[in-house]
């Protein structure tokens, strides 16, 4: 089950590819299926700033917030260095 995050309100128009970049904003990319890759860069729609925990995926949801959903990991537990 996933548990909003940020209410952002994001309006999603249709060819565009929405997701949350690196440093936690909502950003777009054009989304481009059996074509040559487009020239157009990525663009930063809303600014958030939002702090990921490890364990979930973060996602854009249908309403334009920003929501998290626990991931489901199998097998054994990785260690870390």
């Not at 440093?23 to 860069?41: F, L």
């Given at each position: 089950?996933?548990?909003?995050v940020?209410?952002?309100?994001?309006?999603?128009?249709?060819g565009?590819?929405?997701?949350?970049?690196?440093?936690?904003?909502?950003?777009?990319?054009?989304?481009?299926?059996?074509?040559?890759?487009?020239?157009?860069?990525?663009?930063?729609?809303?600014?958030?700033?939002?702090?990921?925990?490890?364990?979930?995926?973060?996602?854009?949801?249908?309403?334009?917030?920003?929501?998290?959903?626990?991931?489901?990991r199998?097998?054994?537990?990785?260690?870390?260095?």
């Amino acid at each position: 089950m996933a548990t909003k995050v940020a209410k952002v309100g994001v309006k999603k128009e249709e060819g565009w590819l929405y997701y949350l970049d690196k440093k936690g904003n909502v950003s777009r990319a054009k989304m481009g299926r059996g074509r040559k890759a487009s020239k157009i860069k990525p663009q930063m729609v809303e600014k958030v700033g939002l702090k990921r925990e490890t364990g979930f995926l973060y996602f854009i949801d249908k309403q334009g917030d920003v929501s998290k959903a626990k991931l489901s990991r199998r097998g054994r537990k990785k260690k870390r260095k």
